[in-house]
């Protein structure tokens, strides 16, 4: 009995907790502490489950206790047992097995440990680096055991919920053409095809597209993306999507499917009671209300226009920027008034760093009238009168304000917003869903003379802006739409173009000739010639959903085997130099001093 080999286990940890005293089980895992108390040796033994007590008592099995001064830290054992009540005095509320230990009676070790260089339990955490270098010990402490539940769990509810309302599943590959429009490509060089690439996908756009030409009506895929893009903290080079598209429908459609899901997966994994619909703001009105198409709604403090309130009362600055056809907006900072001079600076410049010239910093004295700024000076009492009544501003507030072009203003007082919430810890609790609608189609880029799409270039115009969209392309608005939650965006989306036609006049608009929108997109625009049916769709990250929903603000965490900013895996130390062999072999060369060498040098 004593040589037996153990291994398999009858029980989970935590299942260990509901069983009876006196009953014999087998558990398996990780030894995370081993304390020894005179005779008495106590050793927690993880799984992914709970950790258990494990006690070796030499009354009851005296070569035992010699053997388990062995069970150093993460040393891998199985242990068979009775399970057994603590005593009053060393129940553990804080354990789910804390009602309970395991007196052992045999055990088998399979292997041992080098002394783990991260913190496993308790204390404060290690650095990140450690921790990514070390991941497999990283995933093995139960905090991270606990986000991948969720990640999984996610996985499931998403998928059932799908297949339930009649979307099938399709994977798209992850080889594919390269379509140089949005972000820079991951490049697979071919072996087969001397000098060609292969490039990993940005998202599945195309191919859900082509699908809906297909006549598989609903799609979905939780799809790896790739995206060649400059280190961000919350970006990641490969992502996850959970990518969708629907043909025959509406955006009313695609938008209560979602509404269901994201409520029905809220409720499954956090018990929240998300209120359906969801509420919707046009683009220009998040952009002219909350500076952000992104807009945090836990708090409300709406910007505010003041234009025709100040203008032409002989304040010089002001009177330009109206006359150059700007705007003077606010936002009223509650109890502002007791800021001290360096605090509104502070203030001044988070405008300043999104292009703002200044920030006028008015404090309203006794709800009727301001102090302390030209503006006092200048305006009238019955305008001081007005603006504060627009401002919706009491006695003690401060008023934020910033004049010059719309946009700039917006997301100057949009970032003061955000501030303002954050240093006076306005935001609510709740999950505040809105979908943001009516996109601009494109943005101007003056370095480039060009415009580029806002979304991509296979979204919709608006019907009744299809006018512009050869003459000017830039007055369009979009049929895009995103999904925000709580100031992130959670997902974005189209009505696509589904007539060869409407995407020719799209890419010229974008400046893209006929001959090459034919070179990279051409087996695209034939099949959108054979019956093309009306569609839409959207992509949600899944990363960072899965942030919200285990409730880490760090993306990396959510990632089993993630890349540093610099886009690095610790781990595994890749990207790396490959041989000369393996280079040729593709027909590329090493340039030894070139940028790009010197960069996989360094991993
Ligand atoms: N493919 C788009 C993206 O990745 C989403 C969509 O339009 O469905 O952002």
Redesign the pocket.
């Known amino acids: 009995m004593k040589n037996e080999i153990l291994m398999e286990r009858s029980h989970y940890n935590a299942d260990v907790a509901n069983v009876s005293p006196g009953q014999t089980v087998t558990v398996a895992g990780w030894v995370r502490k081993r304390r020894d108390l005179g005779n008495l040796v106590f050793v927690d033994l993880y799984d992914r489950s709970a950790v258990l007590q494990v006690v070796f008592d030499p009354e009851r099995n005296p070569e035992l206790v010699d053997s388990a001064s062995a069970l150093t830290r993460e040393t891998v054992l199985t242990v068979r047992g009775k399970v057994s009540s603590r005593p009053e005095e060393a129940l553990n509320p804080d354990m789910i097995t804390g009602r309970v230990e395991l007196i052992a009676d045999s055990f088998t070790i399979h292997s041992t440990s080098a002394l783990p260089p991260i913190q496993m339990t308790g204390g404060p955490e290690s650095n990140e680096e450690l921790r990514l270098r070390y991941r497999y010990l990283d995933l093995r402490r139960s905090e991270m055991f606990q986000i991948f539940n969720v990640r999984h769990q996610t996985y499931q509810y998403v998928r059932s919920f799908y297949v339930e309302n009649g979307f099938i599943e399709v994977t798209t590959p992850q080889l594919m053409r390269s379509t140089p429009e949005g972000a820079r490509d991951f490049l697979v060089p071919s072996r087969l095809h001397f000098g060609s690439c292969y490039a990993l996908p ?4 195309l191919m ?1 597209q082509i699908l809906m030409i297909s006549a598989f009506d609903r799609y979905f895929q939780i799809a790896r ?1 790739f995206r060649d893009e400059d280190s961000r903290a919350d970006r990641q080079p490969e992502f996850t ?1 959970i ?3 629907m043909s025959f429908t509406s955006i009313e459609t695609l938008f209560a499917i979602h509404e269901k899901l994201f409520a029905g997966l809220f409720k499954s994994m956090l018990d929240l009671d998300i209120p359906t619909p969801f509420r919707r703001i046009t683009w220009q009105n998040a952009m002219d209300w909350y500076g952000s198409d992104k807009p945090d709604l836990r708090f409300n403090m709406k910007i505010k226009d003041v234009t025709s309130i100040v203008s032409d009362s002989g304040i010089g600055f002001i009177d330009s920027v109206a006359a150059g056809g700007g705007v003077v907006r606010l936002v009223c900072y509650p109890d502002g008034a007791k800021l001290s001079r360096k605090q509104i600076s502070e203030l001044e410049n988070v405008a300043k760093k999104r292009g703002a010239n200044g920030m006028l910093a008015v404090k309203v004295t006794d709800g009727e009238t301001i102090s302390g700024t030209i503006l006092e000076k200048k305006l009238s009492k019955e305008k001081q009168t007005l603006l504060l009544e627009v401002a919706e501003a009491k006695a003690g507030d401060l008023l934020c304000i910033v004049a010059g072009d719309r946009m700039t203003v917006s997301e100057a007082l949009g970032d003061v917003r955000l501030e303002i919430a954050g240093r006076e810890n306005l935001k609510s609790d709740e999950y505040e869903f809105v979908w943001v609608t009516e996109f601009p189609l494109v943005e101007y880029d003056p370095e480039d003379n060009r415009c580029y799409a806002m ?2 270039p296979f ?1 919709a115009p608006m019907e009744e802006d299809l006018q512009y969209l050869d003459t000017d392309p830039v007055r369009c608005r979009a049929q895009a739409y995103d999904l925000v939650l709580n100031g992130v965006e959670l ?4 009505v696509r173009i589904h007539k060869p036609e409407l995407q020719q006049r799209m890419f010229a608009a974008l400046g893209i000739s006929k001959e090459l929108a034919e070179s990279q997109f051409g087996f695209f625009l034939e099949a959108l010639k054979y019956g093309t049916p009306p569609h839409c ?3 949600f990250g899944f990363d960072r959903l899965i942030m919200i929903l285990a409730g880490t603000d760090n993306l990396r965490d959510v990632i089993a085997f993630p890349k540093t900013l610099q886009a690095v895996c610790l781990m595994t130390r890749a990207p790396s130099t490959v041989t000369d062999d393996q280079l040729n072999a593709v027909g590329l060369q090493r340039k030894p001093n070139s940028e790009s060498s010197k960069t996989t040098k360094q991993n």
């Open positions: 940005q998202s599945p756009q859900k993306c999507q990518d969708v598209e979304h991509h979204t997902g974005g989306g189209s769709g959207i992509a």
